[in-house]
């Protein structure tokens, strides 16, 4: 099996959107719910399968009561922690 190598920041970025996610008491199809989409498109993304655009990353942010810069903050903040 072909496994993807990811970048450091990609993972970070796929944690945090599971983290969010988790700690708005959600499961990936209660988040899918909300936004409208299949329950795969909530697994793609945290598995790295799928890139979200900002409008995307906006959504994701209004559905779990977060803002964007919040998590925008929050990912430099883990960023900061790796180098």
Known sequence: MNKRVLRPD???L?????????EAGLNQQDLAERLGVPQSFVSKYELGERRLDLLELRQICAAVGISLSELIQRFENLLSKTT
């Open 14 to 22: 796929q944690n945090l959107l599971r983290d969010i996610r988790k």
């Open 10 to 12: 990609r993972a970070i």
